[in-house]
């Protein structure tokens, strides 16, 4: 069974910048998986920031970047404001057509 | 201005069924793959199913995988998913969503506001 990673939670300075990841149980994320970052405030659904690794979504500011790192997926947000404080969690799309979410990671900005 | 509308979602009892709608709007409909994602309270995201555009192709989650059943319908610009012998664990928020692609799902980028489902005894 294929599990992804991601850190269960992280914490930042305002204006900081920080760096989220995302690997799976077994082998390494690759551009292949798409990998995608939603971010969710409580109460709220979901809202895309990241597609197919690097693309950000429509509004998306550009404070907010993908990429791989290493053997992983990595999110990364620099100067990080106090409404950045919210859930973020990473997809991959795997060539099954199964898709599998990371537990989510969240994110503390104090 | 894409908006996806889900509806549907109540209190079932334990083995009973259900079935969930979007409406969407704001695109061409046939042209994308349609998602259903859902959350437990508390809980992450979990995927659940996702159909191409043409509807000619399903998949789903191990998890409900021979009770849920997800469709569409092209000329009304509305995804189903048919929800049977439901179990207290599918108690969640269900999320309808957007793909980029219209054959095998490779990102969401739009997402309904979602409708909750009550499994209970």
């Known amino acids: 069974q294929t599990v992804v990673t991601q850190e269960p939670s992280f914490s930042v300075s305002p204006g900081g910048t920080v760096t989220l990841t995302c690997g799976l149980s077994s082998g390494s994320v690759s551009t292949s998986y798409y990998p995608s970052w939603y971010q969710q405030t409580p109460g709220q659904a979901p809202r895309t920031l990241i597609y197919?690794?690097?693309t950000r979504s429509s509004g998306v500011p550009d404070r907010f970047s993908g990429s791989i790192l290493g053997n992983k997926a990595a999110l990364t947000i620099t100067g990080a404001q106090a409404d950045d404080e919210s859930d973020y969690y990473c997809?991959?799309?795997?060539?099954?057509?199964?898709?599998?979410f990371g537990g989510g990671t969240k994110l503390t900005v104090l | 201005e894409v908006q996806l509308l889900e509806s549907g979602g109540g209190l079932v009892q334990t083995g009973g069924s259900l079935r969930l709608s979007c409406a969407a709007s704001g695109f061409t409909f046939s042209n994308n793959a349609m998602t259903w994602v859902r959350q437990a309270p508390g809980k992450g995201l979990e995927w659940v199913s996702t159909?191409?555009?043409?509807?000619?192709?399903?998949y789903y989650a191990d998890s409900v995988k021979g009770r849920f059943t997800i469709s569409r319908d092209n000329s009304k610009n509305t995804l189903y998913v048919q929800m049977s012998s439901l179990r207290a664990e599918d108690t969640a928020v269900y999320y309808c969503?957007?793909?980029?692609?219209?054959?095998?799902?490779?990102?969401?980028?739009?997402w309904g506001q979602g409708t909750l489902v009550t499994v209970s005894s």
């Open positions: 997809v991959l799309y795997m060539d099954s057509g199964n898709v599998v």
């Open positions: 197919s690794t690097y």
């Open positions: 159909i191409s555009g043409s509807g000619g192709t399903t």
């Open positions: 969503a957007k793909d980029r692609r219209s054959t095998s799902p490779r990102g969401i980028d739009y």
